[in-house]
């Protein structure tokens, strides 16, 4: 299955990448837009733009190192922690969900979420700073309280993609979900 | 039901035979744990899985059947291998077979006593063994509470971590033995044979004994009677040296008690201290060595003095700018010399006190500072200490004026009350009206109005003081900060998080390999560390001092009203 292309919230362009493994395991992969360069050089420019003016007011040379080495510290900190460069879904029918996030420097944070500990996955809305939004998310079950919902855990939050693609994502996922309610033997209730 | 086999990646390239392992029917799930290869007698084989599982108490048996041919798939082979089916009943009967190179195996399925003729799905995870044997599964905080969950709601995964973990002593054959029944799983390369290893072992039990003895000799003598008269008794609870050193006196017997760790938490728990102790006493050594070396500690106790006197001159000056006109403030005259010359008078007589010592400050700093070589903990417990003792006028001169301003506070607020013709009723704990006679209200009124004229002379006097002692109790506190930091900071787990990140595990990942059409879906099941926030927060040793004891509103109350304030409190003194 290929890759389409959507608009996040804020109409970035991101694409969706879905990839049938098997019958009961799917992959689907939002990929956030990359770092500009534009808005990289206009933080750099401001900041040693700001630097140089401390230093003309100040005549102490090492407000310029130190800027160098702030802008430097800086860009690696946020392309490793956090940047976001693609977010994906795993859905492996009776395991589990697993959630990952690839950061811009390669680092992977992933989340394994079992199947029994799974209610459902549902779009939400919700209120984002001056905007309504749209987001999936995850329903972790109550272990007490068969109705109730313990957790609500929301996905791709860097990437934030419109209704289409979300609806695409949610179709998806429930197909395999259906699966196991329609499973012979269920465990759970012995 | 999808059929999910857990498949040990260091038997992929074991010869042919049958699997052995643990059936998990709720969750359709198969844990193999090694293959018994050919030629076997059905009969020990039984016996010996028996007897794994009487040991264990794991009900392992024999699930299936592994071929690995190198040629061609032969027909007598599969029908040898589904013969077995028939000795070793076992529903499902898995059989896997891999030919030549290929990673793709086939994998099926015999169910003779099935109603459903349809073909379930089966899903090959591949895990490596040792890591999922030594690591230890931390389930999220929320679900870790609630105890009243058996066994079979575990979840699938713990499931599968508990079944290879305890069966090590399956995995302790050698697949060199020489014996009825040849295994292949994981193996280890060999008990280490390292002579200082060995060495510590052996002398490690006569040393926890004598340490043993030794605390308890000192524990003894801690708590006898002799000790515990009103004026020491006092002493030592006001000193946080003392505290400190019971603290870690606590840890050292925990340490060398004689009982074995009964699970994973209170090993880690010893491990911790036992290294948070170790580099406590490094460091402390370590600056021991720095303060002794070009005699540091003379000069220390050489500027002590000086210090001390400058901070009494300091203390004058403010005085004489209080009895003067403090920021343009007009003061009542004669309190603000009443009040200026007591809290002078007082600062002459510690600067006295001061200079008496001054022969023996250098003698007592030298023996002091050697007993930084319990650790550093104690070092900046005494370090605090010495700042409490040589900041004591500061802390009398905090209470004389809290004193006086409370009195003040409440008696304007009682007369207040008077001039408003109520009063307060102890009994009923409220305020109720009263009738005075006209001489009560007549003092009252003039009682009133003195100690209102009179107020800002003593809150001024009060803030000053106030704002000292907080600077003080700030220092303090801070030091008492990075006494309990290293205190609890457990560095064993961190080290182990940072080398060996598979031993704590927050969960799994699942890594989708290649696949082929028609074969079963292939995962390889990887351990997701824990996270060092969660290290932290799972395994932090637990201290003495709770903080801070009011929040922040009660403080500004008290602060207002002059009630004393101790922001530090410790845990067992008594809440007053």
């Known amino acids: ?190 | 039901m999808v059929l999910k086999v857990f498949f040990p990646s260091c038997c992929s390239s074991a010869e042919s035979g049958i699997l052995i392992g643990r059936w998990i029917s709720e969750q359709n799930s198969a844990v193999i744990l090694a293959v018994v290869h050919f030629p076997f007698i059905p009969v020990q084989v039984k016996q010996y899985l028996s007897e794994v599982q009487r040991v264990t108490k794991v009900s392992v048996s024999v699930l299936g059947s592994w071929s690995n041919s190198k040629q061609e798939k032969e027909e007598s082979l599969s029908e040898f291998l589904e013969d077995l089916g028939t000795i070793f009943s076992h529903e499902p009967w898995i059989q896997i077979s891999k030919e030549g190179d290929s990673k793709f195996w086939s994998c099926s399925t015999l169910q003779k006593h099935s109603n459903n003729p349809k073909e379930e799905e089966i899903i090959l995870v591949y895990y490596d063994q040792r890591k999922v044997m030594l690591s230890h599964l931390h389930p999220p905080l929320a679900t870790a509470t609630s105890t009243d969950h058996k066994a079979d709601d575990a979840s699938k995964l713990s499931a599968v971590f508990d079944t290879v973990a305890k069966s090590k002593i399956l995995f302790m054959t050698d697949r060199y033995d020489d014996g009825p029944i040849k295994l292949t799983h994981w193996q280890s390369d060999g008990v280490e044979a390292s002579i200082i290893v060995e060495l510590m072992k052996q002398a490690s039990v006569p040393a926890c004994m004598l340490l043993t003895f030794l605390l308890s000799l000192i524990s003894g003598i801690c708590r006898s009677r002799v000790l515990k008269f009103w004026p020491l008794s006092f002493l030592w609870s006001k000193l946080s040296t003392c505290e400190q050193l019971g603290h870690r006196l606590q840890h050292l017997q925990v340490i060398s008690s004689n009982k074995k760790a009964q699970n994973q938490t209170q090993l880690m728990r010893k491990a911790n201290i036992f290294v948070s102790l170790l580099i406590d006493v490094a460091l402390g050594i370590l600056l021991m060595s720095w303060l002794y070396r070009k005699n540091r500690i003379g000069h220390l106790a050489d500027t002590l003095i000086p210090v001390a006197d400058h901070v009494a001159e300091e203390l004058q000056d403010l005085l004489q700018w209080l009895m003067g006109a403090p920021a343009g403030l007009k003061m009542n005259r004669a309190l603000d010399q009443v009040l200026g010359r007591f809290f002078l008078y007082h600062i002459h007589l510690w600067i006295s006190y001061i200079h008496l010592m001054s022969p023996f400050i250098e003698m007592i700093l030298w023996y002091v500072g050697l007993s930084a070589c319990l650790g550093l903990t104690v070092a900046l417990c005494i370090l605090s200490d010495i700042i409490a003792l040589l900041t004591f006028h500061i802390y009398c001169f905090y209470v004389y004026g809290a004193r006086l301003y409370c009195l003040k506070i409440y008696g304007l607020s009682s007369l207040w009350r008077l001039f408003r013709g109520k009063k307060w009723n102890v009994l009923r704990q409220r305020v109720d009206s009263c009738s005075y006679d006209l001489d009560q209200l007549f003092i009252g009124t003039l009682l009133f109005t003195i100690l209102l004229f009179l107020l800002p002379t003593t809150a001024l006097y009060y803030l000053v003081f106030t704002l000292l002692r907080l600077l003080v109790v700030i220092v303090q506190g801070l030091i008492h900060l990075l006494v309990d930091l290293i205190d609890s900071l457990p560095l064993y787990s961190i080290i182990l998080r940072l080398c060996r990140s598979y031993r704590l595990a927050a969960g799994v990942k699942f890594r989708v390999l290649e696949q082929q059409d028609g074969k079963p879906l292939r995962l390889l099941m990887q351990i997701n560390p824990l996270s060092y926030g969660s290290v932290i927060q799972t395994y932090r040793l637990p201290t003495y001092s709770c903080y801070p004891k009011d929040s922040w509103t009660s403080l500004c109350k008290k602060l207002f009203l002059g009630e004393l304030i101790y922001p530090w409190k410790h845990k067992g003194e008594k809440q007053d």
Request: proline letters at 4%.
């Open chain 1, 1 to 190: 299955m290929g890759e389409r292309r959507y608009r996040s919230a804020s109409g970035a362009p991101v694409a969706l990448r879905r990839r049938q493994h098997s019958a009961s395991c799917r992959e689907l992969a939002v990929r956030c837009p990359r770092l500009q360069l534009r808005s990289l050089s206009a933080v750099t420019s401001a900041v040693w733009l700001a630097a140089y003016g401390l230093f003309v007011l100040s005549e102490n040379s090492m407000v310029l190192s130190a800027a160098i080495f702030i802008t430097l510290f800086g860009l690696i900190i946020y392309l490793h922690f956090v940047k976001v460069d693609q977010e994906s879904l795993l859905v492996i029918g009776s395991l589990g969900i697993q959630v990952t996030s690839s950061y811009a420097s390669g680092r992977e944070s992933t989340t394994f979420i079992e199947m029994g500990q799974v209610k459902d996955v549902v779009i939400n809305e919700a209120i984002h700073m001056q905007k309504v939004i749209y987001y999936l998310c995850i329903l972790l079950q109550d272990p007490g309280d068969p109705q109730g919902v313990s957790e609500v855990v929301p996905l791709f939050q860097s990437s934030k993609p419109r209704l289409d693609c979300l609806i695409e994502v949610y179709k998806s996922c429930q197909e395999i979900l259906e699966q196991r309610k329609t499973a012979p033997q269920s465990s759970g209730i012995k």
